[in-house]
C-alpha cells in the first residue's frame, strides 16, 4: 500500500527523468523538422559513444548474487531457443529509452527483457508475470536486504509444445559463429584494404557505433561469418551470413578535438553491409 505523499514522490521523480517539451528549445514543431533532427531522432540510445558526457570514475565491481543468476538464466534461455543474444540486446539495451537505459543496472536490463520475450513470444501472459512478482514482494517483505529467497516453483512445465528456433541444435558441438563457417559470399575486403563506413540510416537497431560512420579505418583481421545485428536481432533464421571485419582507426581522424598521440588507434568490428572501398 502506498500513501498519497508517496506517490506523489513518484511521479515527481518520473517527470524528472522525462524531458518536457519547454525545457528543451532544440525540439522542433512537426512542420519544422529538418533532416538533421530526423536523422537524430532515428539514433537508438544504447548507441551513445561519442556523445559529450561528464568525466566517470572507472569501477571494477564485483557481480552481486541477482547478477549471477539473470546471467544464467539468459545464457538457458538461449540454449533453450526461445530467443538468441542479439534479440535479448535489443530488448534490453535499445527499446528502453534512454532513461531507463541510463537508469537501470546493466543486469537489470537484462531481466526487463526476458519478461518482454516472455509475454511478446506467448510463453506467459502479462497477468501471469504480474501476480508472480506480487507473490514474490510479499515473500520479501520484512527481511533484510541482501535475502536469497529459496525457489518455490509451482509445478514443473511441460516443455514439448514451446514453439523455439533452431539455433541452439545447429549451434550444438560447433559454436556460434562457427556454424555459419562457408555461407556468406566471398569476403570483399582483405587484411589491409582501406574501406570506408557507410553513413546509413541506423533505424530501430544496430551495432556499428555512429562515431565511425562515414569514417576511413583500415582492415585490421577477416574475422568470422554470421548473419547482420540488424538481422539476427529480429530473430530471423533465414537471414544470410556475411563477413565481419576488425577495422583499425586513428583516433585523431575520428574526433575533432582529439589531443592525444597520432598513432593511437581504435578497433571495432563492423558487418560487410557497413563497408564500402575508401
Given at each position: 500500500?502506498?500513501?498519497?505523499?508517496?506517490?506523489?514522490?513518484?511521479l515527481?521523480l518520473?517527470?524528472?527523468?522525462?524531458?518536457?517539451?519547454?525545457?528543451d528549445?532544440?525540439?522542433?514543431m512537426?512542420?519544422?523538422?529538418?533532416?538533421?533532427?530526423?536523422?537524430?531522432y532515428?539514433?537508438?540510445?544504447?548507441?551513445?559513444?561519442?556523445?559529450?558526457?561528464?568525466?566517470?570514475?572507472?569501477?571494477?565491481?564485483e557481480?552481486?548474487?541477482?547478477?549471477?543468476?539473470?546471467y544464467?538464466?539468459c545464457?538457458?534461455?538461449?540454449?533453450r531457443?526461445?530467443?538468441?543474444?542479439?534479440?535479448?540486446?535489443?530488448?534490453?539495451?535499445?527499446?528502453?529509452?534512454?532513461?531507463?537505459?541510463?537508469?537501470?543496472?546493466?543486469?537489470?536490463?537484462?531481466?526487463?527483457?526476458?519478461?518482454?520475450?516472455?509475454i511478446?513470444?506467448?510463453?506467459?501472459?502479462?497477468?501471469?508475470?504480474?501476480?508472480?512478482?506480487?507473490?514474490?514482494?510479499?515473500?520479501?517483505?520484512?527481511?533484510?536486504?541482501?535475502?536469497?529467497?529459496?525457489a518455490?516453483?509451482?509445478?514443473?512445465?511441460?516443455?514439448?509444445?514451446?514453439?523455439?528456433?533452431?539455433?541452439?541444435?545447429?549451434?550444438?558441438?560447433?559454436?556460434?559463429?562457427?556454424?555459419?563457417?562457408?555461407?556468406?559470399?566471398?569476403?570483399?575486403?582483405?587484411?589491409?584494404?582501406?574501406?570506408?563506413v557507410?553513413?546509413?540510416?541506423?533505424?530501430?537497431?544496430t551495432?556499428?557505433?555512429?562515431?565511425?560512420?562515414g569514417?576511413?579505418?583500415?582492415?585490421?583481421?577477416?574475422?568470422?561469418e554470421?548473419?547482420?545485428?540488424?538481422?539476427?536481432?529480429?530473430?530471423?533464421?533465414?537471414?544470410?551470413?556475411?563477413?565481419?571485419?576488425?577495422?583499425?582507426?586513428?583516433q585523431?581522424?575520428?574526433?575533432d578535438?582529439y589531443?592525444?598521440?597520432?598513432?593511437?588507434?581504435?578497433?571495432?568490428e563492423?558487418?560487410?553491409?557497413?563497408?564500402?572501398?575508401?
Amino acid at each position: 500500500m502506498t500513501t498519497a505523499s508517496e506517490r506523489e514522490e513518484r511521479l515527481a521523480l518520473i517527470s524528472r527523468l522525462t524531458p518536457t517539451f519547454p525545457g528543451d528549445p532544440e525540439w522542433p514543431m512537426p512542420d519544422e523538422v529538418r533532416p538533421d533532427h530526423y536523422w537524430a531522432y532515428q539514433k537508438t540510445c544504447h548507441d551513445i559513444g561519442g556523445e559529450p558526457a561528464p568525466p566517470e570514475a572507472y569501477e571494477n565491481k564485483e557481480e552481486e548474487h541477482w547478477e549471477l543468476m539473470t546471467y544464467v538464466l539468459c545464457e538457458v534461455l538461449g540454449w533453450r531457443g526461445i530467443w538468441v543474444s542479439e534479440e535479448r540486446r535489443r530488448i534490453g539495451n535499445v527499446d528502453v529509452g534512454r532513461p531507463i537505459y541510463l537508469g537501470l543496472p546493466y543486469y537489470a536490463r537484462w531481466l526487463w527483457s526476458v519478461g518482454r520475450v516472455l509475454i511478446a513470444k506467448k510463453h506467459i501472459s502479462w497477468g501471469e508475470l504480474t501476480d508472480r512478482l506480487a507473490e514474490v514482494q510479499e515473500r520479501y517483505a520484512g527481511q533484510p536486504p541482501g535475502t536469497h529467497l529459496d525457489a518455490q516453483p509451482k509445478f514443473q512445465g511441460d516443455g514439448s509444445n514451446v514453439v523455439r528456433n533452431k539455433h541452439h541444435i545447429e549451434a550444438v558441438g560447433i559454436g556460434d559463429p562457427q556454424k555459419f563457417a562457408g555461407l556468406a559470399d566471398p569476403a570483399r575486403f582483405a587484411l589491409g584494404d582501406r574501406v570506408r563506413v557507410r553513413n546509413l540510416p541506423a533505424m530501430f537497431y544496430t551495432r556499428t557505433p555512429e562515431y565511425v560512420r562515414g569514417a576511413c579505418g583500415t582492415i585490421a583481421e577477416v574475422a568470422y561469418e554470421s548473419p547482420a545485428p540488424e538481422d539476427e536481432t529480429w530473430d530471423r533464421e533465414d537471414a544470410k551470413p556475411e563477413w565481419f571485419y576488425i577495422v583499425r582507426f586513428k583516433q585523431s581522424e575520428l574526433w575533432d578535438c582529439y589531443t592525444g598521440p597520432a598513432t593511437d588507434t581504435l578497433q571495432t568490428e563492423i558487418p560487410e553491409r557497413w563497408l564500402e572501398p575508401a
